[in-house]
């Protein structure tokens, strides 16, 4: 073993297997990746890195093994070759002794099962060199009951240049697989953590009777707003269609939200709508945006600007998990104005294709929103509102 080398553990390969080897390397390539330790020493293929810089070649396969001792090394180095090589039962034995004077407290079914060879073999040698008090005799051996107790070896494969494209897929691919089992739990214990938790206090002050908390919200506030003109503005207000209420009071009212929960909430106020969120325990993390399709010359109503767009407001309490990379819609959708403050469809769908298993609550639904049938209807929803589940036309 060379300073150059510290791992070369094993005898240099006879002339004909050097030339069978390169040979084999010429036609095929190196088909066994060399390995590494994470300083670039090898610990095993030197001779398959010779005859690649012999032949002018720059990059092969490796592995790189990291966390390892200098003892595990050159073991894991004598264990692979072992296992690869036809050796004399000399040249074995030379392996089992050079391992037994490294580690003379480990059993020697530890060692044979560390490089792979009979553990008979290794206890015949393990007497031999306790005979010539080379190693000491134990009367106690880590590892006498056959089991190796060693931490495991991390491993990063390296591969050739043509292969590191395939590399990024599955990499790519590991990850989306981890991200989709980890949203999962997470979603699952959102669910899990509103089912335990009890938000009767809330439903009886609101006039309610359920105790049910739950993990996403979608809330339509019905602002009160003053008009300039009672003339021009008036058909207009929000309280020709339905009670309305003051900022203080939807401030004041909060919502059943459960400790991991997502709001979504619709705004006609930027500044307002973050004050709701927060006073409702939320912290904003995005938005959607419905660009408004009016029909013909009308272009919507507003103080500083025609507002053609309406937001909706992202919110979350606790660990309430994003959607998975890919899924979630584009931030900006155009979608036709219906009926006085229907939203669209759409909105409650990309909630309801997101979290499809987790109980929704919309609260403040409107009865315009029912007139046509409402897609949400049929996923794992609730609502809450004094027109809540009442087609248009029946008295409030």
């Known amino acids: 073993m060379s ?14 297997d050097y030339a069978a080897l390169e040979a084999d390397i010429v036609k095929n390539g190196v088909l066994v990746p060399v390995e590494y330790d994470e300083n670039g020493n090898i610990l095993d293929g030197h001779n398959r890195v010779a005859i690649c810089e012999s032949l002018g070649l720059v990059d092969w396969p490796r592995f790189v093994r990291k966390g390892l001792s200098e003892e595990e090394k050159r073991s894991h180095a004598r264990s692979l070759n072992l296992a690869r090589r036809h050796l004399s039962s000399a040249q074995k034995r030379d392996l089992i002794e050079t391992q037994l004077r490294e580690t003379p407290s480990l ?6 099962a560390r490089l792979g060879v009979d553990d008979k073999t290794v206890l015949s040698v393990r007497g031999k060199l306790e005979a010539t008090a080379e190693i000491p005799q134990l009367d106690k051996t880590v590892g006498a009951d056959g089991r ?51 938000a009767s206090p809330w439903w009886r002050a609101a006039g309610g009777n359920s105790g049910k908390a739950f993990p996403v919200i979608y809330a339509d506030p019905p602002h009160r707003f003053e008009t300039y003109s009672a003339v021009t503005g008036g058909e207009k207000s929000a309280d020709n269609h339905y009670p309305t209420m003051s900022l203080d009071d ?29 006073s409702w325990g939320f912290v904003y993390k995005s938005f959607w945006a419905w660009k408004k399709l009016y029909p013909g010359e009308q272009a919507g109503t507003g103080y500083w600007s025609f507002d053609n767009c309406e937001l909706l407001l992202i919110g979350t309490r606790g660990d309430f998990p994003a ?13 036709p104005v219906g009926r006085h403050s229907r939203k669209p469809a759409f909105f409650a769908e990309q909630i309801d294709r997101l979290y499809p298993d987790m109980p929704k609550l919309e609260m403040f639904q409107r009865k315009e929103s029912l007139a046509d049938g409402d897609v949400r209807l049929a996923g794992q929803w609730e609502f809450w509102g004094n027109q809540a589940g009442r087609p248009e036309g029946e008295a409030a």
């Not at 059993?107 to 044979?112: D, F, G, K, L």
């Open 250 to 278: 939807i401030l004041a009212l909060g919502c059943p939200a459960a400790s991991v929960s997502a709001l979504f909430l619709w705004v006609t106020d930027l500044a307002n709508g973050l004050r709701i969120m927060g």
């Open 107 to 112: 059993s020697s079914r530890a060692i044979a």
């Open 323 to 335: 959607p998975l990379p890919g899924t979630q819609p584009i931030k900006c959708t155009d979608h």
């Open 148 to 198: 190796e107790r060693r931490k495991p070896i991390r491993t990063m494969f390296v591969p050739d240049r043509a292969n590191i494209p395939e590399l990024k897929k599955v990499s790519k691919q590991i990850r989306a697989e981890e991200q989709k089992a980890r949203h999962a739990v997470r979603s699952d214990l959102a669910t899990q953590i509103a089912a335990r938790q009890d």
């Open 3 to 16: 300073e150059s080398a510290p791992y070369q553990v094993m005898p240099p390969l006879s002339a004909d």
